[in-house]
């Protein structure tokens, strides 16, 4: 069993910031990629961000000089910091974990619950 727990979502103002978090944890043998995704109403799911245990990011275009991924591998916990907010970000965020489980040593993906994030005046 592996539980990714989110949390940091919330409203806030066009222009400021938010930081969400996500904390792995279960039956992990080890974590390769872990990462963003969002989904806005009527829309379909895509990535925001994502960071390999060895430091590789990327980022959606939209995303690029506003938000930054960061990861301590040593917690499983993955963070993104968003700042410049606008309207648009507007979404469920959700964590998302590529990894393999023990005692079977099988990889797969795994996501958290989601968190809210509304950004509005």
């Known amino acids: 069993q592996v539980q990714l727990v989110e949390s940091g979502g919330g409203l806030v103002q066009p222009g400021g910031s938010l930081r969400l978090s996500c904390a792995a944890s279960?039956?992990?043998?080890?974590?390769?990629?872990m990462g963003w995704y969002r989904q806005a109403p009527g829309k379909q799911r895509e990535l925001v961000a994502a960071?390999?245990?060895?430091?590789?990011?990327n980022y959606a275009d939209s995303v690029k000089g506003r938000f930054t991924i960061s990861r301590d591998n040593a917690k499983n916990t993955v963070y993104l910091q968003m700042n410049s907010l606008k309207p648009e970000d507007t979404a469920v965020y959700y964590c998302?974990?590529?990894?393999?489980?023990?005692?079977?040593?099988?990889?797969?993906?795994?996501w958290g619950q989601g968190t809210q994030v509304t950004v509005s005046s």
């Open positions: 960071i390999t245990t060895g430091g590789s990011t």
């Open positions: 998302n974990a590529d990894l393999w489980t023990v005692p079977t040593m099988t990889r797969d993906d795994y």
């Open positions: 279960g039956s992990i043998f080890s974590i390769y990629r």
